[in-house]
């Protein structure tokens, strides 16, 4: 199992970069070159979101981007360090290919809207996404399938 860890300035400007990153290790760990729009699209809207968390609490640390080559899959974890800001409204969590409040309106505000859209937006591109919550922060896990390489003799 390979692992990369990036780690950025909550700036929106790093957005392309851990993009551009999370697009060039899946295509070496196999994932399928029809998905990597997906997967680009999916990984900026995650790393938005996180910057976004970020700025709007005040918090200076970094978002922490980790790609994980497994054996049959590759999984990109996008975390905050926002305390419960991988939930929705009513506190659930997201897991799957539905996001967590998804369905009903929100009550708290534009940003929560733009957090639930997001969320939404990912869960679209991304077949296996779980979103989870904690004391220190929120981790969106991705996960696409990955095609072995073949050997050639």
Known sequence: MATVE???????????????VAAAVARRAGVDE??????????????????????????????????????????IEVGDEVPGSGAGPDGSRASGSRTA???????????????EMGLAVISGL????????????GVIRMTWPTTPDTVVD
């Open 6 to 20: 990036l780690r950025f300035s909550a700036q929106p400007e790093h957005v392309r970069t851990a993009r551009l």
């Open 34 to 75: 029809a998905v990597l729009d997906e997967l680009r699209l999916a990984v900026g809207e995650a790393c938005t979101r996180a910057v976004g968390l970020h700025r709007s609490n005040g918090i200076s640390a970094p978002v922490r981007v980790v790609l994980t080559d497994e054996e049959k899959a590759f999984s």
């Open 126 to 137: 991304v077949d296996d996404v779980e979103v989870t919550s904690g004391e220190t922060g």
């Open 101 to 115: 409040g998804a369905e009903g309106e929100s009550d708290a505000g534009e940003a929560e809207g733009d957090d």
